[in-house]
């Protein structure tokens, strides 16, 4: 109850002052890729896609190998171009890995963990800048937990995740006032990233994963964001996430 003859002022929820436009998403074939894809869609946003797999049904995508940086630009600049031009959002989901010990993973495996995680991720922000500069558009990465935490049998994923993590701190400062800019911090997911590795680094049977779908919906809510407002850095992850915090 309010004082007598004193009347508080109305607080109106801020309405989306963005629309997702068109979003262009690594990995958009599988796993977080694929989830968001659909999160995108259901928003009323358009997917474009790379991946080495063609994504669902009406998604215009590109192939490609991530781990060849001119291929990858090219295959966002025919994208952009088939979209006329315009392109609102990034979201670079596409990853793998190669568990095992520093002299037990060949050197070729090894490098190319860091070439599609890390480089790959640089040649498509790269790619699309110009036009997520004229369309003051949203970058969100994708790096790990154990981009901020490291586990042995890891090197390679650390090193990529890490420098995903530095990558997009200093995109961030780089690009501020023109693009925005979120780190994506993802825990344990039930995909299919663990499906052709040895048991020792699969999660055991009974580990608690978000669902993919979960994850992608932080990734649609942080593209939402109203011009100038910025979610620097998203972790989200299981409540039993064991590489977190």
């Not at 694929?34 to 358009?46: H, I, L, Y």
Request: proline share 8%.
């Amino acid at each position: 109850m309010t004082p007598a003859g004193e009347e508080f002022p109305t607080v109106n929820p801020s309405p989306l002052a963005r629309s997702l436009g068109t979003v262009l998403i690594t990995g958009g074939s599988s796993g977080l890729g694929a989830a968001t894809v659909a999160a995108v869609r259901a928003a009323g946003g358009t997917p474009l896609v790379l991946d080495r797999n063609a994504p669902a049904d009406g998604i215009d995508w590109e192939r490609t190998d991530l781990a060849d940086t001119a291929a990858t630009a090219a295959a966002v600049e025919r994208l952009v171009d088939r979209a006329g031009g315009t392109l609102d959002a990034v979201f670079t989901a596409a990853g793998v890995d190669a568990c095992g010990p520093l002299d037990g993973v060949a050197a070729e495996q090894w490098e190319n963990v860091v070439r599609v995680n890390l480089f790959g991720t640089a040649a498509v922000v790269r790619a699309a800048l110009p036009a997520l500069r004229a369309s003051h558009g949203t970058v969100v990465t994708c790096a790990s937990t154990l981009g901020l935490r490291a586990l042995p049998d890891a090197t390679a994923y650390c090193a990529s995740k890490f420098g995903v993590v530095g990558f997009t701190r200093a995109l961030a400062a780089e690009t501020a006032g023109e693009v925005g800019v979120t780190l994506l911090v993802p825990g344990g997911m039930d995909t299919a990233f663990f499906d052709d590795r040895t048991p020792q680094y699969r999660p055991p049977a009974d580990a608690k994963l978000n669902r993919p779908e979960d994850v992608a919906a932080t990734v649609v809510f942080a593209l939402s964001q109203p011009p100038g407002c910025q979610l620097r850095e998203l972790v989200v992850c299981p409540s039993t996430e064991p590489s977190w915090p």
